[in-house]
């Protein structure tokens, strides 16, 4: 079974730009309540779409650096990486509804 994986400035370029697979990231912090609303849903893409979708997560206050790189000026935030590039984007807490329908749109392009 999949599981969303923790990414960091060290590991971004390997495990992120460097994936065959899109990667959907979420940037996230401990003490940010909407992040942890979001999370069980974080945790099901990774389930749902395994072997399709990717799932990291990066946290921005312990990798300031790549969170600075995409703009990243609100969390939770979720960014989605095909073949190293940034594609699309979701910013704020979303409904496991809407999440699966961005997915499925970014891995069906």
Same mark, same amino acid.
């Given at each position: 079974?999949?599981?969303?994986?923790?990414?960091?400035?060290?590991?971004?370029?390997?495990?992120?730009?460097?994936?065959?697979?899109?990667?959907?990231?979420?940037?996230?912090?401990?003490?940010?309540?909407?992040?942890?609303?979001?999370? /069980?849903?974080?945790?099901?893409?990774?389930?749902?779409?395994? *072997?399709? +979708? !990717?799932?990291?997560?990066?946290? &921005?206050?312990? $990798?300031?650096?790549?969170?600075?790189?995409?703009?990243?000026?609100?969390?939770?935030?979720?960014?989605?990486?095909?073949?190293?590039? /940034?594609?699309?984007?979701?910013?704020?807490?979303?409904?496991? *509804?809407? +999440? !699966?329908?961005?997915?499925?749109? &970014?891995?069906? $392009?």
């Amino acid at each position: 079974m999949a599981e969303p994986f923790e990414v960091n400035d060290d590991t971004w370029q390997e495990l992120v730009l460097d994936s065959d697979t899109p990667v959907m990231v979420d940037f996230w912090a401990e003490w940010c309540g909407p992040c942890k609303m979001i999370a /069980p849903a974080v945790h099901d893409m990774a389930v749902d779409f395994d *072997g399709q +979708l !990717k799932v990291a997560k990066l946290d &921005v206050d312990s $990798s300031p650096n790549t969170a600075m790189q995409y703009g990243v000026r609100s969390i939770p935030a979720l960014i989605f990486f095909k073949d190293g590039q /940034p594609v699309d984007q979701i910013i704020g807490a979303v409904p496991k *509804g809407a +999440l !699966k329908k961005k997915v499925e749109s &970014v891995i069906g $392009s």
